[in-house]
């Protein structure tokens, strides 16, 4: 079954500090297996939820702040079974490489690819995405036979992104505001759904949520760009998987959200 996996829904310092929200990242099951942005609590959410690290084909990281990259380092030793073996291959954003030991660099393959490269892993095409003044970062559209994943990571708005959020079946946007706050290096509800509009995706996902926006409410936040664009929109869940094939959401069984907190 190919399917993606919410290891944490939580974005900026403050969640992040106080775990109202997971920042595991994401965990996908493609035709390649990865951990993509493996936050802080990466590996534990990864287990919590019954994913096996061991069984990386590759880590993924948009950039270098710690919400994004801090156990990535973790996932290559999961991935190259203990520093044992040379396997699997990092994908960094090349300004993040400097955050990455030698150590762990020399244990697997790394690409550091430029906005609009097209590369691939274990025969699954992938493409790293421009983002808009955010830390020199690239998203990545993974071209699953299941189905297209796009994935924004932190960004700021353009419309020049569309083009390459389009033809994806899931579009996975960092959406750190609500609508009513408006920050240049972010996206919000509102740019948001220029995005998801345009782009016109079966599913939104808004993920990597601060505070204000878990005080306004991400379900509430979800459904207005849902009723403004037409486009099925959900906010992720710490846990939450997604079928490819059919879109259907579900939360992994083990462990417990940290969801209870508010
Ligand atoms: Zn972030």
Same mark, same amino acid.
């Given at each position: ?116 490269? &097209?590369?691939? =892993?274990? $025969? +699954? ?6 983002? @808009? ?5 690239? #998203? ?93 929109? &959900?906010?992720? =869940?710490? $846990? +939450? ?6 879109? @259907? ?5 083990? #462990? ?7």
């Amino acid at each position: 079954m190919a399917s993606l996996t919410f290891l944490g829904t939580g974005g900026g310092r403050f969640v992040i500090l106080n775990q109202r929200r997971y920042s595991g990242g994401l965990w996908l099951d493609l035709e390649a297996t990865i951990s993509l942005d493996p936050g802080p609590g990466a590996l534990i959410r990864a287990l919590q939820y019954g994913k096996n690290p061991q069984k990386l084909d590759a880590v993924f990281v948009s950039h270098n702040h710690l919400d994004h990259y801090n156990d990535a380092e973790l996932m290559i030793e999961a991935m190259t079974r203990g520093m044992r073996q040379k396997r699997g291959t990092l994908v960094i954003n090349k300004a993040g490489l400097d955050y990455i030991s030698e150590y762990h660099r020399g244990f697997t393959e790394v690409l550091t690819p430029e906005p609009g490269d &097209l590369f691939e =892993i274990n $025969g +699954m095409q992938v493409q790293a995405l421009p983002t @808009k003044d955010h830390a020199d970062g690239v #998203g990545y559209k993974f071209f699953s036979s299941e189905g297209v994943v796009a994935y924004s990571a932190d960004t700021g708005y353009s419309e020049n992104l569309v083009p390459y959020y389009k033809g994806a079946k899931i579009l996975i946007l960092n959406t750190i505001f609500p609508a009513s706050k408006e920050i240049d290096v972010h996206l919000n509800t509102r740019t948001a759904g220029l995005l998801v509009k345009a782009a016109g995706p079966d599913l939104a996902l808004i993920n990597h949520f601060g505070m204000t926006i878990l005080n306004a409410g991400p379900e509430k936040e979800a459904k207005n760009i849902e009723d403004a664009t037409g486009v099925r929109t &959900l906010a992720a =869940i710490d $846990g +939450m998987s997604i079928d490819l094939k059919d879109l @259907k959401a579900s939360k992994e069984k083990a #462990g417990q959200s940290s969801l209870s907190g508010f």
